[in-house]
């Protein structure tokens, strides 16, 4: 008895953060936009309809934190499909659509799991986008073609329900299982379709 307590607990939980999200006076996170995916097709906030999806921002010539936290995404997407079957669009969404073509991201996101989409646009769609869901982005100013620079950017996944509307996000201190054992959550509390093709 304790034990069914203690999870419906958590579940309910889990319903105040979803629906929280969702209230009057809280920003919205997400919205429509328009990309390109690494093969060049169009991609907009439409094709995310009917799985839970689970968007970075990131971009291909990022050092280190990119590259630790795309591992773990590949973690979580691995673990979400062994307990809830593919349920789960994975996203990354660069933040820096000077250096990271289709051709880029395909080759990049590659070296991390064959599932991950990659996303990329004009300036103007990227920073867009990145408005939409509230993403912190800077490059730096005056740089010359060619030239190497950083990207500073926000460092979350953002969990979007089938329906398109933001869950939850998910930090840096969450582990790939944690994060997994999360995402499964709300999927298990979804009552919704649910497309796992």
């Not at 319903?15 to 328009?34: H, Q």
């Not at 329906?163 to 996000?169: I, L, N, P, T």
Request: proline share 6%.
């Amino acid at each position: 008895m304790t034990i069914y307590f203690r999870t419906e607990k958590e579940r309910m939980k889990r319903k105040r953060v979803a629906e929280t999200t969702k209230g009057i006076g809280k920003p919205k996170v997400g919205g429509e936009f328009e990309l390109v995916d690494q093969e060049g097709r169009p991609f907009t906030s439409e094709n995310m309809l009917g799985k839970y999806s689970l968007i970075y921002f990131g971009f291909s010539h990022c050092p280190d934190i990119c590259p630790e936290e795309l591992d773990k995404m590949a973690g979580m997407i691995d673990r979400v499909r062994e307990r809830a079957g593919n349920a789960l669009r994975p996203i990354v969404i660069s933040c820096d659509p000077a250096r990271d073509t289709p051709a880029v991201l395909k080759k990049y996101l590659a070296e991390f799991h064959p599932d991950m989409i990659g996303l990329t646009g004009s300036w103007e769609q990227v920073k867009a986008t990145c408005k939409a869901y509230r993403v912190y982005f800077s490059t730096p100013p005056d740089v010359k073609p060619g030239q190497d620079y950083l990207v500073d950017h926000s460092i979350y996944f953002y969990l979007m329900d089938p329906d398109g509307d933001f869950v939850e996000a998910i930090g840096r201190q969450f582990s790939a299982e944690q994060a997994a054992k999360l995402i499964c959550d709300h999927i298990g509390d979804w009552k919704g379709r649910l497309d796992k093709n």
